[in-house]
């Protein structure tokens, strides 16, 4: 078994002290094996706690890269490669502007856990599902699927992984919660 790095070590305690909301849960994952010498994957879930049933409102991968050798197209020895899912109001969903809303909650996210980055990348999509034939009685939907990119300036990933994890309550549509402040359930109205 080889060594790892002093830097993603650190890495890695950095993602052990994040703190996140009650409403997501983060697992570790198998982590890609080609992309970089050193990766760590965790798969979030955003459920409400409220629900008897506790739906998923949305899904999001969060990978960290490491090649000590560094990488010209990263521009840096890390990169957070991160994937969202949720679904979405029909609304909302046919609004043209809805990608970049999405990678608007992107920047805010990291803006505000003043995670320091450079060469961010992305795309946003909608993805439209109908249902024909036996299926025809299930409603269509809309889903928002955010796949981004960016460098971390150096080794300590705890912002990082914090900004993500509020932005995948974003898109589950939870509202932002400051600091000391305890979000009430959602009421459910039929």
Same mark, same amino acid.
């Given at each position: ?5 002093? &830097?993603?070590?650190?890495? +890695? ?28 994957? +965790?798969?979030? &879930? ?9 739906? &998923? ?6 990978? +960290? ?13 890390? %990169? ?6 949720? $679904?979405? &109001? ?20 990291? #803006? ?25 009685? %299930? ?5 928002? #699927? +955010?796949?981004? $990119? ?6 300590? $990933? ?33």
């Amino acid at each position: 078994m080889r060594r790892l790095p002093d &830097e993603f070590r650190e890495a +890695l305690s950095g993602l052990r002290r994040a703190r996140h909301r009650q409403e997501i849960t983060l697992d570790e994952i198998p982590a890609p094996g080609r992309l970089a010498p050193f990766a760590v994957a +965790l798969a979030a &879930e955003v459920h409400d706690p409220s629900a008897v049933e506790r739906p &998923e409102l949305a899904t999001g991968r969060f990978v +960290l890269l490491h090649d000590p050798a560094g990488s010209p197209v990263w521009q840096g020895t890390f %990169r957070v490669v991160t994937y969202i899912r949720a $679904s979405l &109001e029909a609304d909302l969903g046919n609004d043209p502007m809805v990608g970049a809303v999405a990678w608007t909650w992107l920047v805010e996210a990291l #803006e505000t856990h003043r995670a320091r980055y450079s060469e961010a990348g992305g795309t946003a999509t909608r993805v439209l599902s109908e249902s024909f034939g036996g299926l025809a009685t %299930r409603p269509d939907t809309i889903d928002i #699927e +955010l796949r981004a $990119s960016w460098t971390p300036e150096g080794p300590d $990933s705890t912002d990082h992984l914090e900004a993500w994890a509020d932005m995948v309550c974003a898109f589950a549509g939870l509202p932002p919660v400051p600091d000391g402040v305890t979000p009430l359930p959602r009421i459910r109205r039929n």
